[in-house]
């Protein structure tokens, strides 16, 4: 068998461009490679190394449903959850639940989603 080797997580998107824009000014992604001449798609980056691609659900044929019934989630991790979370209502995400700590392995964790209703998960330093 081959191995595999990592790659970003690709999120397709109904506005393009107005996702890519969130993302780089949300959660601080920056566009290493952007492609828009046969179609569109952006290569993106946080600093930590999270890497994910935006493209066109349209352009690949997808008319995107119900998001929020997806069963694949992106996670990541930050110090203060709650402060973050402050930060991404502020930025027009919408919480799905938290911010809430686990009394019992002491940590934060939590889920918003993008402004189209994308699912991600947020824990902290102190998740196991």
């Known amino acids: 068998m081959q191995s595999i080797r990592p790659r970003e997580s690709v999120i397709l998107a109904e506005n393009f461009d107005a996702l890519v824009k969130w993302y780089c000014e949300t959660l601080g992604f920056k566009v290493t490679d952007l492609f828009e001449k046969d179609y569109h798609f952006a290569h993106m980056q ?3 190394g999270i890497r994910v691609g935006i493209g066109s659900a349209k352009e690949m044929g997808l008319e995107p449903e119900d998001r929020s019934k997806n069963t694949v989630l992106l ?4 110090d203060d959850l709650p402060a973050y979370f402050k930060h991404l ?3 027009g995400a919408k ?5 809430s700590f686990d009394k019992e392995n002491k940590f ?21």
């Open 89 to 91: 209502e502020a930025a």
């Open 75 to 78: 996670q990541f991790e930050v």
């Open 108 to 128: 934060w964790f939590g889920g918003f989603a993008d402004p189209e209703g994308n699912p991600w998960w947020v824990v902290d330093k102190d998740c196991p």
């Open 46 to 48: 946080t600093e930590s």
């Open 95 to 99: 919480a799905l639940f938290g911010p």
